[in-house]
């Protein structure tokens, strides 16, 4: 089994600086995208930042430029620093960290809790 744990959320000014991570825990063989979500009041998610095991990643066009995701495959984690953040930026974060358990399994998506990041005057 597999577990992932978000942390870093808080209220923030516009302007300010966060940084999200996600360590995941249990039984990993190999992680392959590890991602964030954003959910906001509409209960939509969508992708915020992406990142594959070769180091490719991807970004939403509302983040590029201030938003950064990384990963440390040692530890089981991904980060997300946020930079110069808006209103807009307000939601729940999650994170997903595809994983492949045993090197004869499935790859399976894996959620985190969830993180409340507010940036607000």
């Known amino acids: 089994q597999v577990q992932l744990v978000e942390s870093g959320g808080a209220l923030v000014q516009p302007g300010g600086s966060l940084r999200l991570s996600c360590a995941a825990s249990g039984s990993i063989f190999r992680t392959e995208v590890m991602a964030w979500y954003r959910q906001d009041t509409r209960n939509q998610r969508d992708l915020v930042a992406a990142?594959?095991?070769?180091?490719?990643?991807n970004y939403a066009d509302s983040v590029k430029g201030r938003f950064t995701i990384s990963r440390d495959n040692a530890k089981n984690t991904v980060y997300l620093q946020m930079n110069s953040l808006k209103p807009e930026d307000t939601g729940v974060y999650y994170c997903?960290?595809?994983?492949?358990?045993?090197?004869?399994?499935?790859?399976?998506?894996?959620w985190g809790q969830g993180t409340q990041v507010t940036v607000s005057s």
């Open positions: 997903l960290q595809a994983i492949q358990s045993h090197s004869y399994g499935a790859v399976v998506d894996y």
């Open positions: 990142c594959t095991s070769g180091g490719t990643t």
